[in-house]
């Protein structure tokens, strides 16, 4: 595997390590959960492929937080496991989050799981 993202790989990666959304979007539904298995990160996806990337994820028995403040976000925050949204985002996406932070930091959450 090439480390380096600005040179092409000497061979070809599995597909899964960096999908993108026209990717995902030929992918079927019921091959989608292995296909991402490997994922590490997922780019330009729009929001019904985010969607589905969480509900691939949890049918792999994953447990799935997802992070959002926009319109865009409010069916993954559905979909999630646990949506999280902060204050300031539109209120559709804090009425679909199961957790609305008032503090823009992540250090919060890792508080509030050390604190049980």
Known sequence: ????????????????????????????????????????????????QKERILTALRARGEV????????NDAPALHAADVGISVDTAVDVAKQAAAIVLLDKDLDVLADGIQLG
């Open 64 to 71: 799935v937080g997802f992070l959002g403040d926009g319109i």
């Open 1 to 48: 595997m090439n480390s380096n993202i600005f040179e092409p790989p000497s061979e070809p990666e599995p597909l899964a390590h960096r999908p993108i959304g026209a990717d995902l979007a030929a992918c079927p539904d019921q091959q989608l959960p292995d296909r991402i298995a490997t994922a590490t990160v997922f780019a330009e996806v729009d929001p019904v």
